[in-house]
Structures are given as C-alpha cells and as structure tokens.
C-alpha cells in the first residue's frame, strides 16, 4: 500500500537507478518498464525499495511515489 506523496492528482515521482523521474499514478513495473523501452529486454532483473520482483509479477506491482527502482540488465562479454 502506498503512502500518498503524489506531486499531483496525477502524477508521482520515483528514482530509476538513482534519477529521478515523474510518472503517472498507479503505475504497475510493467508499465515503466514499457515508458522506458526495457519491458522486452532479455537478461534484466529489478528490484523496488532493495527487494527483487519477479518478471511474472511486474505487471501487478503498483509503484508508489518515492519507490526506489533499479534496473539490471546483463551483458555478454569476454
């Protein structure tokens, strides 16, 4: 549940890998991750608040304004 710290009727604010960006309210993962053009990424794990969300739960996992999200994504190399 979240703490109402809404900037507006229609908006919230989050920090995505430590920048901050407003978004829309109740936003679920899915959808950031979608606003950001990462929803189809292979190889990405996210975690809000320091606690990892399962893929098959990013799109019921409501965001709440000031949640701190961070976005792995790994990479092949040599």
Partial sequence: MCISKAITKWSMEVFVNNSLLTIEKDFTLFQLLSHLGKE?????????????VLKNEWNVRILCPQDKIIIITATAGG
């Fill in 40 to 52: 189809k990424i292979q190889g990405m794990a996210v975690a809000v608040n320091d606690e990892v």
